[in-house]
T-cell receptor
């Protein structure tokens, strides 16, 4: 079945450092790809998405490019802030029964940013 | 803008008790998905509904059941609760992307 693999955390960075969180996927067909962020004690918030190969999703300084040739969707940010500390989940849409999409998540990567 | 509403936000139950979690989707969203996120785990798909009919089923235990009502809200019913059911339960609704509710944190003692 479809699956998502993320780099293990925690990722510990100083403020203003460059961030990369690796994500690769296995899928049949052409899924959409997503990054969700989860702050402590809160729900999942969509950070960015890409629906086809070579698409770049971006939001709040975060970027990720849908790379079909390497089956990757790495998350990057040029300068992280303390407020970016959270758990980041890579996910893909998986076509279930009846043609409806469900999400398949990676295991999540905790990001800790220190001042 | 209206978001997905889940209630209750926190629930504490004893083993073997039952629990009912509710999800109110964004207005005019007719699809509901339920996910379970164990401590330190990624969310796992449980079940989904479209137009009040079950559309897909994931790793949902037989002790759990769910339904979607005429106003599109959904309820997840959990019986014979076990310690391992302690988790954060999310519902999500979508048109072209899934919007998640804040989750219900269930603790089974």
């Amino acid at each position: 079945g479809n699956s998502v693999t993320q780099m293990e955390g925690p990722v510990t960075l100083s403020e203003e450092a460059f961030l990369t969180i690796n994500c690769t996927y296995t899928a049949t067909g052409y899924p959409s790809l997503f990054w969700y962020v989860q702050y402590p004690g809160e729900g999942l918030q969509l950070l960015l998405k890409a629906t086809k190969a070579d698409d770049k999703g971006s939001n709040k300084g975060f970027e990720a490019t849908y790379r079909k040739e390497t089956t990757s969707f790495h998350l990057e940010k040029g300068s992280v802030q303390v407020s970016d500390s959270a758990v980041y989940f890579c996910a893909l849409s998986d076509l279930g029964r009846g043609g409806f999409q469900k999400l398949v998540f990676g295991t999540g990567t905790r990001l800790l940013v220190s001042p | 803008a209206a978001g997905v509403i889940q209630s209750p936000r926190h629930l504490i139950k004893e083993k073997r008790e039952t629990a009912t979690l509710k999800c109110y989707p964004i207005p005019r969203h007719d699809t509901v998905y339920w996910y379970q996120q164990g401590p330190g785990q990624d969310p796992q798909f449980l079940i989904s509904f479209y137009e009040k009919m079950q559309s897909d089923k994931g790793s949902i235990p037989d002790r759990f059941s769910a339904q979607q009502f005429s106003d599109y809200h959904s309820e997840l019913n959990m019986s014979s609760l076990e310690l391992g059911d302690s988790a954060l339960y999310f519902c999500a609704t979508d048109v072209y992307e899934q919007f998640f509710g804040p989750g219900t944190r269930l603790t089974v003692l």
